[in-house]
């Protein structure tokens, strides 16, 4: 099982009426969005709060929250709570090879995926 609490994971019940693709397709979805993307990427730096995030993305502190909530159902990040602070990390060291990966497949392909009439 991954660092994610057992109380955040999805019953097998529930997993089961989605087809593998689904729930590819539902991973996915998670960084289908170029804000997510960027707390991704902050947090591959290291923890960090949500006013920390706020002041590096410049979004409203709703949005990140929103996104966070976003990423921590997905399972890409989990929280440490800190007094009243409550501080996200990445769940999965993968996430940062995942990143990588994806960002040298985008590098090779960036012309066709800008052409792309039927993304973005």
């Known amino acids: 099982m991954s660092l994610a609490s057992t109380r955040d994971a ?3 019940t529930t997993a089961a009426r989605f087809s593998q693709v689904e729930l590819d397709a539902r991973f ?3 960084l289908a969005d170029p804000s997510r993307v960027r707390i991704l990427e902050l947090l591959l730096e ?3 709060n949500v006013s920390e995030l706020v002041d590096l993305t410049g979004l409203a502190q709703n949005r ?3 996104h966070l909530g976003c990423l921590r159902n997905c399972g890409f ?3 440490r709570k800190e007094g009243r602070f409550v501080y996200y990390q990445l769940t999965d060291p993968r996430v940062r090879k995942l990143l990588r990966l994806a960002r040298q497949v985008i590098t090779e392909n960036a012309a066709q995926i800008l052409a792309c009439r039927v993304v973005g």
Do not use: D
């Open 77 to 79: 990040v989990t929280t």
């Open 28 to 30: 996915f979805q998670g």
């Open 10 to 12: 999805v019953p097998l």
């Open 46 to 48: 290291g923890e960090k």
């Open 64 to 66: 990140v929250s929103t």
